[in-house]
């Protein structure tokens, strides 16, 4: 989702379902994209990439998603539990250097017992 | 990957003011960024710290408002000088990692200004 203003937009999720966070990128050259996890107070943790050349990714009950034509990403969370309550984080490479990438606005992952 | 450790963690400080950030990782790398992350928003980029040579900064950013240095390929320092509210942020320092491609974060800096 996209945030408006100083409000990131909320994702409630009930403990053990699958939750989909969904990212739209700026870029159609974009040839290399990460997911983030920040927790309160921590910086931002590298979660999975993928590259432009593939379109899915799995990592430990993690899947990331990357739709090209449209320019969308989105990050599957299986079986969400509470330790995954978060503000997750797309990023696009910037293209012109490494390092450099351009964030999404964020979504907030709250898990419900 | 590698081990970015942030000084000071957070800290509060009149406007006015000017506030050195350290950031030391626990190997040599080559690239080094320094992030803001406004209060509920998402990080943009403010420099690439490049070493022996001057800071590249991204669009409105500028070196007289962030002075960096990067003495060395594992020590960088952002400043954020003649603070005022509008700084109030996190400050992230971020590395490479050795396969040249994943971007990793120190615990960040957060930063009151009064």
């Known amino acids: 989702g996209e945030s408006v203003g100083l409000h990131l937009p909320t994702l409630s999720v009930q403990e053990g379902d699958n939750s989909i966070i969904n990212c739209a990128y700026s870029?159609?050259?974009?040839?290399?994209f990460i997911w983030y996890k920040q927790e309160s107070g921590k910086g931002p943790q590298f979660i999975i990439d993928?590259?432009?050349?593939?379109d899915k990714r799995q990592g430990q009950r993690v899947t990331v998603l990357l739709n090209k034509t449209v320019k969308h990403l989105s990050l599957q969370i299986a079986a969400t539990q509470p330790g995954d309550s978060a503000v997750y984080f797309c990023?696009?490479?910037?293209?012109?250097?490494?390092?450099?990438?351009?964030f999404g606005a964020g979504t907030q992952v709250v898990v419900t017992p | 990957s590698a081990v970015i450790s942030q000084k000071p963690s957070r800290d509060i400080c009149q406007r006015g003011t000017s506030l050195t950030i350290q950031c030391q990782v626990d190997?040599?790398?080559?690239?080094m960024f320094w992030y803001r992350q406004q209060p509920g928003q998402s990080l943009t980029l403010i420099a690439t710290?490049?070493?022996?040579?001057?800071?590249?900064?991204e669009s409105g950013f500028v070196i007289d408002k962030f002075p960096i240095s990067r003495p060395n390929l594992t020590f960088s320092t952002l400043t954020v000088s003649n603070m005022s509210p509008e700084d109030s942020s996190i400050y992230l320092c971020?590395?490479?990692?050795?396969?040249?491609?994943?971007?990793?974060f120190g615990s960040g800096t957060q930063l009151s200004v009064l």
């Open positions: 971020s590395v490479v990692g050795e396969d040249g491609e994943k971007l990793f």
């Open positions: 870029n159609s050259a974009s040839d290399y």
């Open positions: 993928i590259r432009s050349n593939m």
């Open positions: 990023a696009e490479n910037m293209g012109d250097s490494w390092g450099k990438f351009q």
């Open positions: 190997s040599q790398v080559t690239m």
């Open positions: 710290a490049n070493q022996g040579s001057e800071a590249t900064y």
